[in-house]
């Protein structure tokens, strides 16, 4: 009989210890399902390569976004980079140059470079709203500070636009990767009037 309630108290103990594990997991992902972690990448926009006689050392930008989110789906389901959006923002910049015949060094921290012109930057907004299954909003600010010598030139590149691409459930990658681009092919010719 003392073994018999021994064993009912440890199987009371064993379904109680079940039962708060499924409570737990089942919080974590009401959690989890407002938010999502992606890949962000980036391929190269095919801008025509041009004189670029001047060497460049670009510093990872500031990110002075007031949220950490890169995007949101029609849901409210917000989508966090993996790498973090300036990053993401200042190497599609370095491959951009690098693509066109520029000669490009990245740097995380600021120092004393053996180039001809450095780049620092600000990435003041890098956001995407999925509207409806095809159609998202995208708003990209950035600004560049080029210095050349004693010189010191500030350029602003702004992309607020409507993106209407196939049907997708969530956070679309590709219209990231869209958006930057027509940023870069802005701001490219403009870098290589700077660099010839």
């Known amino acids: ?32 399902a407002d938010s999502e972690t992606i890949d962000l990448t980036y391929r190269t926009a095919g801008i025509e390569p041009a004189t670029c006689s001047k060497s460049v050392a670009i510093i990872t930008f500031q990110d002075n976004r007031t949220e950490p989110w890169i995007g ?39 120092g004393d470079f053996d180039t001809d012109v450095t780049i620092t930057g600000i990435v003041e907004e890098a956001f995407i ?17 080029i210095t050349l010598g004693n010189k010191k030139i500030t350029k602003t590149y702004q992309n607020t636009m409507t993106k209407r691409t196939v049907p997708a459930f969530s956070f679309n990658s590709n219209v990231a990767t869209e958006s930057l681009q027509d940023v870069m092919r802005e701001a490219i010719p403009a870098l290589q009037s700077i660099l010839e």
């Open 129 to 145: 709203k999925q509207d409806s299954w095809t159609k998202y909003n995208v708003n990209f600010r950035l600004q560049l500070f």
């Open 72 to 110: 949101e789906s029609g849901k409210g389901k917000k989508f966090q980079s993996r790498i973090p959006v300036n990053e993401w923002i200042t190497r599609a910049l370095t491959d951009e140059l690098k693509s066109v015949g520029c000669r490009v060094e990245y740097h995380d921290t600021a």
């Open 1 to 32: 009989m003392i073994q018999e309630k021994t064993m009912t108290s440890k199987t009371a103990d064993c379904l109680s210890l079940v039962v708060s594990m499924i409570v737990l997991f089942a919080f974590t992902g009401v959690v989890y």
